[in-house]
């Protein structure tokens, strides 16, 4: 059973900083691809930034040069630091893995997801 743990959401003024964490954990053989969703009620569910293992990064063009994802793969952690945050980040984040577990001798590459953190960019 593999669980993703997300932390570090909240509250923050316009031009304000958070660092989000998501820790996974459980049966885990190997971890590729990690990111970042968020999703807005009556929206879909859009990515944030994604990093592969290697540490290859990609964003979207809505937070370009503001947000920042970084990963440690010994920790099997995943982090997006976000900084000057606008009213239009407010959003339930979400991260996201790609891991390859065991049953047995059979293995498989599955997605899964966080519980969601929520971020509030208010004055």
């Known amino acids: 059973q593999v669980q993703l743990v997300e932390s570090g959401g909240g509250l923050v003024q316009p031009g304000g900083s958070l660092r989000l964490s998501c820790a996974a954990s459980?049966?885990?053989?190997?971890?590729?691809?990690m990111g970042w969703y968020r999703q807005v009620p009556g929206k879909q569910r859009e990515l944030v930034a994604g990093i592969t293992r290697d540490g290859n990064t990609n964003y979207a063009d809505s937070v370009k040069g503001r947000f920042t994802i970084s990963r440690d793969n010994a920790k099997n952690t995943v982090y997006l630091q976000m900084n000057s945050l606008k009213p239009g980040d407010t959003a339930v984040y979400y991260c996201?893995?790609?891991?390859?577990?065991?049953?047995?001798?059979?293995?498989?590459?599955?997605?899964?997801w966080g519980q969601g953190t929520q971020v509030t960019v208010s004055s």
């Open positions: 996201n893995a790609n891991i390859f577990t065991m049953r047995g001798i059979q293995g498989s590459w599955n997605d899964y």
């Open positions: 459980g049966s885990i053989f190997s971890i590729d691809a």
